[in-house]
């Protein structure tokens, strides 16, 4: 019997991530999360007033705990095209060694599928992309330090388009798994990622 209001909010959101992470925001109705939580409906409403509130405090904790343990490493000072191959490897040996890796990211996976009404989740999705792209920069930044062969406009460029890149990559996985596959998209970015900054 599900109890009527959660008793820790921090396990409830832990519970619905999982929930949203495998069937997708449009997919999770709230019988799924009553059913993944253990918490009923009214409960989830009186917790966190319903499915939308519930779903961004899930991309919230995704965010604190999840992308930052993978991409963490690129955030740090002095941080290169090393620290980039280290996330990448990072991101397909965790999800090579996870059951059920095809959930792919909940944030890629999540791109497609929020309202373009919905401001408050669109904003937590563009500050996810605009982390993602300050990451890129700042390695690019450093890499070109030595040749110079960039200018600052390039380096932007290629920033978003290394990180619209990886959010396509991610999202790839939620269906193509094979880490071979996805590691050989990554070595490629790499090689390119280089090959620009000479």
Request: with cysteine; net charge negative; charged share 25%.
């Amino acid at each position: 019997m599900p109890r009527a209001k959660s008793e820790n909010r921090s396990d409830l959101v832990d519970s619905a991530l999982v929930a949203f992470w495998k069937g997708g925001y449009c997919a999770t109705s709230m019988g799924d999360l009553v059913k993944q939580t253990g918490v009923s409906r009214s409960g989830i409403y009186a917790d966190f007033g319903g499915k939308d509130d519930l779903f961004r405090a899930c991309l919230e904790r995704y965010r604190d705990e999840t992308v930052t343990q993978a991409f963490g490493v690129v955030e740090q000072d002095g941080a290169g095209f090393e620290a980039l191959e280290q996330y990448f490897k990072t991101i397909i040996t965790t999800s090579a060694a996870v059951e059920g890796a095809d959930i792919g990211c909940l944030i890629a996976n999540s791109l497609g599928q929020v309202s373009p009404d919905d401001r408050k989740t669109l904003a937590l999705l563009d500050a996810h992309a605009a982390r993602l792209t300050a990451g890129f920069k700042a390695v690019l930044r450093l890499e070109n330090q030595a040749k110079g062969k960039l200018t600052e406009t390039e380096i932007d460029a290629l920033a978003s388009f290394a990180m619209i890149s990886v959010q396509g990559l991610w999202g790839y996985m939620r269906n193509k798994a094979e880490p071979e596959i996805i590691r050989q998209h990554a070595d490629t970015l790499m090689e390119m990622l280089r090959s620009r900054v000479g």
